[in-house]
């Protein structure tokens, strides 16, 4: 399930449906470098935890829309909680991965 949530794609889609329904055009312009198939495998395991929501409008032509759950917009909380802290600690991060020293093993 934590591989799930804290998967590169999720974490983005998550972040980007942030309080407002969006539709799938607009999820792909706004996660640079997602794939169709990406954003649709990772929308269908986030509403089959529950962390999304999908409404079908019924409509013609076909108008869909995802949402955040209550479940899930308290998840976004938490990401956008740490996605800030990286954010603010990203110089004394790469300075401390840099001064770790490479151990090549045979």
């Known amino acids: 399930m934590l591989s799930k949530i804290a998967g590169k794609w999720s974490m983005l889609v998550i972040d980007?449906?942030?309080?407002?329904?969006?539709?799938?055009?607009?999820?792909?312009?706004q996660i640079e470098g997602i794939s169709q198939k990406m954003l649709t495998q990772t929308l269908k395991e986030l509403e089959?935890?529950?962390?999304?929501?999908?409404?079908?409008?019924?409509s013609v032509p076909p108008h869909v829309e995802y949402c955040?759950?209550?479940?899930?917009?308290?998840?976004?909380?938490?990401?956008?909680?740490l996605d800030r802290w990286v954010e603010n600690n990203m110089l004394d991060l790469i300075a401390e991965h840099r001064s770790i020293p490479l151990v090549v093993t045979d």
């Open 16 to 29: 980007a449906l942030d309080g407002t329904p969006k539709r799938n055009g607009q999820l792909m312009r």
């Open 48 to 58: 089959e935890m529950q962390i999304v929501v999908r409404h079908d409008m019924q």
């Open 68 to 81: 955040l759950t209550p479940l899930g917009n308290g998840l976004r909380k938490r990401i956008c909680a």
